[in-house]
C-alpha cells in the first residue's frame, strides 16, 4: 500500500513538472525571439534545439509533431497549394477591404525595403520560407497546440487548442500593429484547423504559409499588397 502512495505520487510529481517544463517552454517560445538581440534569425536555431531536446527527453521526435518524409506527398502539395492562394485570396479581397473599409488603417511597411530590389526580394522571401513557413509552424501547430491537445479535456480539446494557439500566435506578432496581430491570429486559426484536418500533417501548414508568404512579399515587391480589386 505505501508502495503504491509513493509511485504514486512519484507520478504525480513527474507529471507536475513536466507540464510546468512545458508550459515555461511555450513562455519562452513567444518571449526569446523579440527579447534576444540575435542576429540572421539565430533564434529560430535555438528555439527549434530547446523544442528537440524537450520532445527527446519525452521519448518523441519532430515526426510525432507531423514532420516525416511519408507525409510528404503529392496530395499534401496540392493541399498546400490550394490552401495557400484560399488564404491570399481571402486576405486581400476579405480582410483588407473590410477594414479598410470600418477603419482608418494605417500602411503595412514593415517590407517595403524590399520594392525595387530583386535581391532584397530574393532574400526575404528565403526567411519566409525558414521562419514563417518551417520555424513558426513547427513552433506553434507542431509543438503548442499539441501541448494544448493534450491538456484540454477531450470534449473540447480541437477547437480550444486551435483557438487558445492561434491567440499566442497573433500575440507573438506584436511587432505589427494591431490588424497585423488580428491578420495573425485569424491565420493561426486557418492553419490550425488544416493541421487537424489533415490529421496533423505538418508539411501541409508549413507548405501553405510559406507560399501564403511568398505570394505576398511578391504583392509588397510589386506595390499592389492591400489594393487588388
Known amino acids: ?5 509513493k509511485q504514486t505520487m512519484d507520478k504525480v510529481r513527474n ?6 517544463l512545458d508550459v515555461c ?8 525571439p523579440h527579447l534576444a538581440p540575435l542576429p540572421f ?3 529560430a536555431v535555438i528555439c527549434l534545439v530547446v523544442i528537440w531536446f524537450l520532445l527527446r527527453k519525452k521519448g518523441m521526435s519532430f515526426r510525432d509533431l507531423g514532420l516525416s518524409k511519408s507525409r510528404f506527398t503529392l496530395k ?3 493541399a498546400s497549394i490550394i490552401s495557400g492562394l484560399i488564404w491570399v485570396v481571402f486576405m486581400q479581397f476579405i480582410y483588407i477591404p473590410v477594414i479598410k473599409s470600418l477603419f482608418v488603417v494605417p500602411d503595412y511597411t514593415e517590407y517595403n525595403f524590399i520594392q525595387g530590389s530583386l535581391s532584397k526580394l530574393i532574400m526575404t522571401i528565403s526567411a519566409a520560407w525558414l521562419i514563417g513557413g518551417f520555424y513558426e509552424e513547427i513552433v506553434f501547430r507542431g509543438y503548442i497546440q499539441s501541448l494544448f491537445e493534450k491538456w484540454i479535456p477531450k470534449s473540447s480539446r480541437i477547437p480550444w ?5 492561434s491567440l499566442l500566435f497573433g500575440l507573438y506578432h506584436w511587432q505589427q500593429d494591431t490588424f497585423g496581430i488580428i491578420a495573425a491570429t485569424l491565420g493561426g486559426l486557418y492553419w490550425g484547423f488544416l493541421y487537424r484536418k489533415y490529421n496533423n ?7 501553405s504559409h510559406a507560399l501564403f508568404d ?7 515587391y510589386t506595390g499592389v499588397f492591400g489594393n487588388l480589386n
Open 25 to 32: 517552454s511555450i513562455v519562452f517560445l513567444i518571449l526569446f
Open 201 to 207: 500533417n505538418l508539411w501541409i501548414v508549413i507548405l
Open 41 to 43: 534569425y539565430l533564434y
Open 15 to 20: 507529471q507536475t513538472l513536466t507540464t510546468l
Open 1 to 5: 500500500m505505501i508502495i503504491n502512495f
Open 161 to 165: 487548442s486551435i483557438i487558445i494557439t
Open 214 to 220: 511568398t505570394i505576398t512579399l511578391l504583392l509588397i
Open 76 to 78: 499534401t502539395i496540392l
